[in-house]
C-alpha cells in the first residue's frame, strides 16, 4: 500500500517567492496534520484537519501560512511571500483515528525539504 | 498544551549495551506513542501505550507506561547500530511531540 506522498522532495526558492507543498494522506484516513521539523525547534505541529475540516491551527507562524483540504486525498500547504526563516523540513502525516478525546497513530511521509534564500 | 519533556537530549553508546530513554509530563495522557526517525525520512511508529503501567515488547525494545500515565520509558537491549536515530514520544489531544533523543549505538 502507498504511504502518505508528499511533493516535492526538495525545494529552494528565493524570499518572497510563494512556496506550495502537496500532500496525499493514505486513503481512508480522516485526519491530515502538517508539521515543521528544525533542529532548534525540533517537530512543531502546524495545523490539522479531521474529514477535511481545520480543527486547530493555532500552530501556524503567521498569516502567511494557509492550509487547505479540498478533499480526503489531497492538502496544500503554502507560504506566502517565503523568508528565509521559514527554511526547515515539512512533514505530512496522515491517521485513521479522529474524534475529540482521542489520541492519533499518525503515519508520516517523507517530508519537503525547504530552503529559502 | 500539554507538554512531553524527553531525557536524555543524546546518548552514545557501544553496540551491545543496554539504555532507558524516558518521557515525562505533569499531565496525564489517554495515550502516548513512541516513533523513531532516521536522518532524511519521516518519524515512523513503533507502538501506542494505552494502559496504565503498560508494557509493551517490540524485539529488543521494551515500552512501559507509567501507572498514573503521565510518563513513558523505553528500553533497548543489546543496542545495535541500527537502533541509530530520533526518538520521539507524542500525545495529547493536542498532538504535540517531544524534542526526541537522539541515539548513536557504535559498532
Known amino acids: 500500500d502507498a504511504g502518505v506522498i508528499q511533493s516535492p522532495r526538495h525545494e529552494v526558492t528565493e524570499m518572497g517567492q510563494e512556496v506550495t507543498l502537496r500532500c496525499k494522506p493514505i486513503s481512508g484516513h480522516n485526519s491530515l496534520f502538517w508539521y515543521r521539523q528544525t533542529m532548534m525547534r525540533g517537530l512543531e505541529l502546524l495545523i490539522y484537519?479531521?474529514?477535511?475540516?481545520?480543527?486547530?491551527d493555532s500552530g501556524m507562524p503567521e498569516d502567511r501560512f494557509s492550509a487547505k483540504m479540498p478533499n480526503a486525498s489531497f492538502s496544500t500547504l503554502k507560504i506566502q511571500p517565503s523568508e528565509p526563516r521559514d527554511s526547515a523540513v515539512y512533514f505530512c502525516?496522515?491517521?485513521?483515528?479522529?474524534?475529540?478525546?482521542?489520541?492519533?497513530?499518525?503515519?508520516f511521509g517523507p517530508g519537503t525539504r525547504l530552503t529559502v534564500t | 498544551t500539554q507538554l512531553l519533556e524527553q531525557s536524555p537530549q543524546f546518548l552514545s553508546i557501544q553496540e551491545g549495551e543496554n539504555l532507558t530513554v524516558y518521557c515525562n509530563s505533569s499531565s496525564v495522557f489517554s495515550s502516548l506513542q513512541w516513533y523513531r526517525q532516521e536522518p532524511g525520512e519521516g518519524p515512523v511508529l513503533l507502538v501506542t501505550?494505552?494502559?496504565?503501567?503498560e508494557v509493551k515488547k517490540l524485539k529488543r525494545l521494551t515500552f512501559q507506561f507509567g501507572d498514573a500515565r503521565k510518563d513513558s520509558s523505553l528500553h533497548i537491549t543489546a543496542a545495535q547500530p541500527g537502533d541509530t536515530g530520533l526518538y520521539l514520544c507524542a500525545g495529547g489531544n493536542d498532538m504535540r511531540f517531544g524534542a526526541g533523543t537522539r541515539l548513536t549505538v557504535k559498532p
Open positions: 502525516a496522515s491517521s485513521p483515528s479522529g474524534g475529540s478525546g482521542r489520541s492519533y497513530e499518525q503515519y
Open positions: 484537519f479531521n474529514n477535511n475540516v481545520p480543527i486547530d
Open positions: 501505550v494505552v494502559t496504565g503501567g
